[in-house]
Nanobody, 116 residues
Framework: QVQLVESGGGLVQPGGSLRLSCAAS????????MGWYRQAPGKGRELVAA???????NYTDGVKGRFTISRDNAENTVYLQMNSLKVEDTAVYYC??????????WGQGTQVTVSS
């Protein structure tokens, strides 16, 4: 019943920008946080950015100053603005939503490729 629809991925040159979006729908009831994870080739899934409901955003050190997470609470949508992209940002980016009971919901993933 719960579905997270992601969009905005693609191929971009180093130094370029992309904006990811994720719209959540279904019986989540109480969302405690929304955020983004990524998984690069040969690596595990890692947190990129997250924002608790009514709280402030958190970022992994590698993206601070370049990425910005934002939410539209009325539409249960989370965004990730990615600027000054680097080759090492190449990964599949996954939207994540958590409820108050610790259950996690995941999007299908959207590919971000930074390459010359």
């Amino acid at each position: 019943q719960v579905q997270l629809v992601e969009s905005g991925g693609g191929l971009v040159q180093p130094g370029g920008s992309l904006r990811l979006s994720c719209a959540a729908s279904g019986s989540i009831f109480s969302i405690s946080s929304m955020g983004w994870y990524r998984q690069a080739p040969g690596k595990g899934r890692e947190l990129v950015a997250a924002m608790t409901t009514g709280g402030s955003p958190n970022y992994t050190d590698g993206v601070k100053g370049r990425f910005t997470i934002s939410r539209d609470n009325a539409e249960n949508t989370v965004y990730l603005q990615m600027n000054s992209l680097k080759v090492e940002d190449t990964a599949v980016y996954y939207c994540n939503v958590r409820n108050r009971y610790g259950h996690a919901y995941w999007g299908q993933g959207t590919q971000v490729t930074v390459s010359s």
